[in-house]
């Protein structure tokens, strides 16, 4: 067999993440809110004998990945997804939620709604989905990172005005990189429902998951899941202040 093809063969192999017979699903790399959609990812995928493995990437990366089939679906993203991504399924149960709000170094910046940041110089994360479409709707343009990181560094240096960002998440970062004078402008923009995604290939799953997940909402065990998860890094938090 002539090196090229065989190199060829071996490059595709290698392009589909396999973690023995667990699922994998992919998500947004240092997305906290994340944690508490993995926790109950996990759980339910145990109640119908199935282990999963999370792993993160950039958010488009991420994406791409799940669609494309390289791992079996999307940890949690915004509804109707597939829309654009059409190769996955969404489980119509809602998981979690993401709150948005405007982060900024800057002072005395009038924000009360998405229209009101049309005067403003804004960066963007690639693949924070509900963002992306709040500005397009709106004709807003946005500078485009790859990471939380990225974004919450340049409005530091004071690169850009406002950045509109997951709570939980941003506060996170802006701790890790001690980005103390980046800090919420406004009320809170957007809440926004999260939901687990299939891929195709998996659509044999779908009415197990939904089932298992509609059980849990119904019975409010998604809901202590996020309750417990928030008590946990309050307590880091108060830990780390002492």
Same mark, same amino acid.
């Given at each position: ?45 145990? #109640? ?12 488009? !990366? ?21 829309? !654009? ?32 940041? !049309? ?17 397009? #709707? ?46 919420? #402008? ?13 891929? *195709? ?6 009415? *197990? ?16 899941? !996020? ?16």
């Amino acid at each position: 067999m002539p090196k090229r093809i065989f190199f060829a063969i071996i490059l595709m192999a290698t392009s589909f993440v396999s973690t023995g017979n667990n699922l994998v699903f992919s998500t947004g790399v240092d997305t906290l809110e994340q944690e508490v959609s993995g926790k109950v990812i996990h759980e339910a995928y145990q #109640q119908i004998a199935l282990k999963v493995d999370i792993l993160s990437y950039p958010n488009m !990366r991420s994406l791409m990945k799940s669609n494309n089939g390289e791992v079996d679906g999307e940890l949690a993203r915004i509804s109707h997804i597939n829309q !654009r991504f059409k190769n996955l399924l969404q489980v119509p149960v809602v998981i979690n939620h993401i709150d948005g709000y405007a982060f900024s170094a800057k002072d005395n910046l009038q924000v009360s709604d998405w229209e009101s940041l !049309r005067e403003y110089e804004l960066v963007c994360v690639r693949g924070l989905l509900f963002v992306e479409q709040n500005l397009s #709707q709106r004709n807003i343009p946005c500078y485009q990172v790859s990471t939380y990181s990225q974004a919450i560094n340049l409005l530091k240096i004071g690169r850009f005005d406002i950045a509109v960002l997951p709570e939980i998440t941003a506060i996170s970062i802006i701790k890790k990189n001690n980005a103390k004078n980046v800090y919420i #402008q406004g009320n809170r923009l957007i809440r926004v429902d999260l939901f687990h995604y299939l891929h *195709k290939k998996n659509i044999h799953i779908l009415p *197990k998951i939904t089932a298992v997940l509609q059980k849990m909402k119904t019975r409010g065990r998604i809901e202590e899941i !996020r309750t417990e998860y928030t008590l946990q890094q309050s307590s880091k938090a108060a830990s780390v202040e002492n």
